[in-house]
């Protein structure tokens, strides 16, 4: 009877140490990359909008390839001053997408950031144009 007892653990035990395994790996990312912050995924995801809309401002005006070089060139300039590659931000994206419900407030969260810069230009623009008058 504790034969079968033992072979029935180790049995669960072979089922189940391979399958803790692979979901480890699924809310993981890769052991060459490093996990971004939240709070500094949520700003860099902020930036990450903002750098498109400005793209496609100025996408109606350039070339197709001028677009393209000067996209190479935001994005990389981007993931420098956040201190990170684009396949460091992409393997974050993936991990961060793994759990839609937590993902979606992480965008709420950066629709909240990109709301408050948009209401600090005018005020900004307020600032400079009272400076010009006084000056």
């Known amino acids: 009877m504790k ?24 809310k993981g990312i890769a052991a ?5 912050p939240r709070e500094q995924m ?13 793209l496609k401002k100025q996408q109606v005006k350039l070339s197709r390839d001028s677009t393209k070089i000067i996209a190479q060139q935001s994005y990389d300039s981007l993931y420098a001053w956040y201190g990170v590659s ?10 961060y ?13 950066v629709i909240i950031t990109l709301s408050r810069h948009k209401d600090s230009i005018p005020i900004f623009i307020k600032l400079q144009d009272t400076t010009k008058v006084k000056q």
């Open 3 to 26: 034969t079968c007892g033992n072979i029935l653990t180790i049995f669960i035990m072979v089922l189940l140490v391979p399958l803790s395994g692979c979901h480890n790996r699924q």
């Open 32 to 36: 060459d990359q490093e996990l971004i």
């Open 42 to 54: 949520i700003k860099l995801l902020a930036d990450v909008e903002l750098t498109e809309a400005a």
């Open 86 to 95: 684009h396949e460091q931000f992409q393997e974050n994206l993936r991990y």
């Open 97 to 109: 997408q793994q759990d839609m419900e937590d993902f979606q407030v992480m965008m709420d969260s």
